[in-house]
Antibody, heavy 119, light 111 residues
Framework: QVQLVQSGAEVKKPGASVKVSCKAS????????INWVRQATGQGLEWMGW????????GYAQKFQGRVTMTRNTSISTAYMELSSLRSEDTAVYYC????????????WGQGTLVTVSS | QSALTQPASVSGSPGQSITISCTGT?????????VSWYQQHPGKAPKLMIY???KRPSGVSNRFSGSKSGNTASLTISGLQAEDEADYYC???????????FGGGTKLTVL
């Protein structure tokens, strides 16, 4: 069965960077896009960007351009999302979600990684 | 790209039907049959309930159905059950620059 297992919770200081991992299993990693979505406490879902694990091509929401980088290591079926210049407003749960169908809509989701930004 | 508009809350009694709306624009919901719906229980990851406007993934109850008219998509849950109480989010394809946009979420209360 499809599984996405994310790395553990992180606490970072303002201005630092965080890198969240998402290890995929149960399917061919390079065959489906990976989306990243975040959710601040008590708030809604916010799409951050996507990556094609086969080509490495990426696309980022305008809000995060210049601060987010999505990469992958195909040898270990793992995707990464790095967010830099962290501020308190970046405190949120970050999810990876495998794309589905031809369009890549978020289908299977990881369990989420809480990133807390605090001085 | 602005978020899609959903009602903040809806409620219904067990056995009843409810509908959650999701209003976008001609640049997202109105242009593509790529609306999906997610159920999220507290402290859990979202779960896909509907994709491509009206298709149900394997394992999702047929009590859940989706539709779209113009710039507004809808999720209908029939025969409400206590376990349906959760937050629901719509999501639409929004073009090649910002691929996906979410709604603000709707809290469903089963009375």
């Amino acid at each position: 069965q499809v599984q996405l297992v994310q790395s553990g919770a992180e606490v970072k200081k303002p201005g630092a960077s965080v890198k969240v991992s998402c290890k995929a299993s149960g399917y061919t990693f390079t065959s489906y896009d990976i989306n990243w979505v975040r959710q601040a406490t008590g708030q809604g879902l916010e799409w951050m960007g996507w990556m094609n694990p086969n080509s490495g091509n990426t696309g980022y929401a305008q809000k995060f351009q210049g601060r987010v980088t999505m990469t992958r290591n195909t040898s270990i079926s793992t995707a990464y999302m790095e967010l830099s210049s962290l501020r308190s407003e970046d405190t949120a749960v970050y999810y990876c979600a495998r794309g589905g169908g031809y369009s890549g809509y978020p289908h299977y989701w990881g369990q989420g990684t809480l990133v807390t930004v605090s001085s | 790209q602005s978020a899609l508009t959903q009602p903040a809350s809806v409620s219904g009694s067990p056995g009843q039907s409810i509908t959650i709306s999701c209003t976008g624009t001609s640049s997202d919901v109105g242009s593509y049959n790529l609306v999906s719906w997610y159920q999220q229980h507290p402290g859990k990851a979202p779960k896909l309930m509907i994709y491509e406007v009206s298709k149900r993934p394997s394992g999702v109850s047929n009590r859940f159905s989706g539709s779209k008219s113009g710039n507004t998509a809808s999720l209908t849950i029939s025969g409400l059950q206590a376990e349906d109480e959760a937050d629901y989010y719509c999501c639409s394809y929004a073009g090649s620059s910002t691929l996906w946009v979410f709604g603000g979420g709707t809290k469903l209360t089963v009375l």
